[in-house]
């Protein structure tokens, strides 16, 4: 059975061109003109790109004292309705500590519900010698090539910098790439006692205890303890200027930093936190927080020029009933917000549409920048003979408004409900399956993803900073203490 994608533009974050694209089974078998196949798939008028890769996503995990409410089988078919054909999940160690026994609870948790590919970041919240040791397992027999370490979440997730120190030169042993929450958590547990105590209880207080400052001073720092161990280190919801200027100085300096901003901070800003309604504002906490338009405008600005590479989601949804356990005290609301189902079409509208992103760019920076990063190209991430059949027929013609009744997240609001974008997934074909077609209303088979394993890369190891000085050890043999007579 092959399929013949006919009469698109393919968009790959290289070129654009005119050509079908013929799928056998599960790969792409064929590029070029009038091609023939046993099916077709009507590209006319649109976009033909890479499936989209949404590499932050946290489906069904325990969080301050809850649970996340998007399932694998809402999260990964919400996905596939919004063209991303696969997504990268946070998996957290649970109270025995042990790195593999959470890997598995994970994928218990995953494997019969998932319509589409998925993969896993595993979290160190901690550090001892037998999570040392199981690192090179998870690597290497669970085929998990990123490490996620919490610089805030005080008291629950948080590791300290000699752990980090720890687990980035594990990482640079195993060609694993480890990535930060950079906020740092004695700060925010401090401002947060203090607007607490001045009476500050609502989700403004939320903002206010997490300026940009505490993500600056934390991205900073990941980044000195990254070059200190001589690994290259990415960085999730890049949010602010503070961070993104450490990024970006940090890659003019040679190191291997990435930045992730993410699609609610690119659209939405801090005065959603001072909206009269309680639930509205609470719907809208997450760490970091939104921020000003000034803020806005960087991580834009990063994203055209490349200081940024990746736009993600941190899709991590609780219902209204879930918010409301920070009613009288914003420190307990759970963090976190949706937009697994938006992201592309919110960048498609905000970015392209808009002049900022060229098409190409957009693919680049849903798809083709991460899938690199990962180490799954060109498996992943393109529009390539040999490759998955990870396609989208993206159709800019097809405007429609965000709202919850026709989401396939099972969420009870959206943060972007309201709001008009400008394309949409016309066709999602996920390892050459239609698991998506717009007005049809199709439903994908939960269980037929696949956990995708993203092999350790063959040299992680960060170029040694020309800055740094004292680089080779060297013992220095002195001569004996020689005091002068007669002092
Ligand atoms: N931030 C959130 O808002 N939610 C989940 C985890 C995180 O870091
Ligand atoms: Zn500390
Ligand atoms: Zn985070
Ligand atoms: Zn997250």
Request: net charge negative; proline share 2%.
């Given at each position: 059975?092959?399929?013949?994608?006919?009469?698109?533009?393919?968009?790959?974050?290289?070129?654009?061109?005119?050509?079908?694209?013929?799928?056998?089974?599960e790969k792409i078998a064929e590029i070029g003109e009038n091609l023939k196949g046993d099916e077709t798939i009507d590209a006319e008028g649109a976009y033909v790109i890479p499936g989209g890769i949404d590499p932050?996503?946290?489906?069904?995990?325990?969080?301050?004292?809850?649970?996340?409410?998007?399932?694998?089988?809402?999260?990964?078919?919400?996905?596939?309705?919004?063209?991303?054909?696969?997504?990268?999940?946070?998996c957290l160690p649970g109270e025995d500590g042990s790195l593999l026994n959470a890997i598995d609870d994970w994928d218990r948790k995953s494997k019969d519900q998932i319509c589409t590919d998925?993969?896993?970041?595993?979290?160190?919240?901690?550090?001892?010698?037998?999570?040392?040791?199981?690192?090179?397992?998870?690597?290497?027999?669970?085929?998990?090539?990123?490490?996620?370490?919490?610089?805030?979440?005080?008291?629950?997730?948080m590791v300290e910098d000699d752990e980090m120190f720890a687990s980035f030169k594990r990482c640079a042993e195993l060609g694993a790439l480890p990535l930060v929450h950079a906020e740092n958590g004695d700060i925010v547990q401090e401002l947060q006692q203090k607007y607490l105590a001045e009476g500050i209880t609502g989700p403004e207080g939320h903002a206010y205890s997490r300026p940009p400052e505490v993500e600056g001073e934390a991205a900073n720092r990941a980044i000195m303890i990254a070059d200190a161990a001589g690994t290259p280190l990415y960085i999730v919801h890049v949010?602010?200027?503070?961070?993104?200027?450490?990024?970006?100085r940090a890659r003019q300096k040679g190191m291997r930093v990435y930045g992730e901003p993410l699609i609610q901070h690119l659209t939405l800003d801090e005065t959603e936190y001072f909206n009269k309604d309680w639930q509205y504002a609470a719907r809208r906490v997450m760490s970091p927080p939104f921020r000003s338009k000034e803020h806005q405008a960087s991580l834009?600005?990063?994203?055209?020029?490349?200081?940024?590479?990746?736009?993600?989601?941190?899709?991590?949804?609780?219902?209204?009933?879930?918010?409301?356990?920070?009613?009288?005290?914003?420190?307990t609301i759970p963090n976190g917000t949706g937009g697994l189902e938006e992201r592309m079409a919110m960048l498609w509208t905000t970015g392209v549409e808009t002049g900022r992103?060229?098409?190409?760019?957009?693919?680049?920076?849903?798809?083709?920048?991460?899938?690199?990063?990962?180490?799954?190209y060109p498996m992943k991430g393109g529009i390539a003979v040999g490759g998955d059949a990870d396609v989208v027929v993206w159709d800019p013609t097809i405007s429609r408004e965000i709202a919850v009744s026709t989401q396939k997240s099972i969420i009870d609001y959206n943060v972007f409900e309201g709001m008009t974008v400008t394309a949409q997934a016309r066709y999602t074909l996920s390892r050459g399956e239609v698991v998506w077609a717009y007005g049809q209303n199709s439903q994908p088979q939960p269980g037929r993803g696949?956990?995708?394993?993203?092999?350790?890369?063959?040299?992680?190891?960060?170029?040694l900073s020309k800055w740094k000085s004292l680089n080779t050890p060297r013992k220095i043999e002195r001569n004996p203490l020689n005091i002068p007579s007669g002092v």
């Open positions: 059975m092959s399929k013949v994608i006919k009469g698109g533009t393919i968009v790959t974050a290289d070129r654009s061109w005119k050509a079908d694209v013929r799928i056998e089974g932050h996503t946290h489906l069904e995990m325990p969080f301050m004292g809850t649970t996340a409410a998007e399932t694998f089988e809402s999260g990964t078919f919400a996905a596939a309705a919004g063209g991303t054909t696969m997504l990268v999940d946070f998925i993969s896993y970041h595993m979290a160190i919240t901690g550090w001892n010698e037998n999570i040392f040791n199981e690192m090179e397992a998870v690597v290497n027999e669970r085929g998990i090539n990123t490490f996620k370490h919490f610089m805030a979440y005080k008291g629950a997730l949010s602010c200027e503070q961070a993104h200027e450490a990024i970006r834009w600005a990063g994203l055209s020029s490349g200081s940024l590479q990746v736009v993600a989601t941190d899709h991590a949804a609780f219902t209204d009933k879930q918010k409301q356990m920070g009613l009288d005290n914003f420190t992103l060229t098409p190409e760019e957009f693919v680049a920076a849903t798809s083709t920048n991460i899938a690199k990063i990962l180490n799954i696949k956990f995708v394993r993203r092999p350790a890369f063959a040299s992680a190891s960060q170029a």
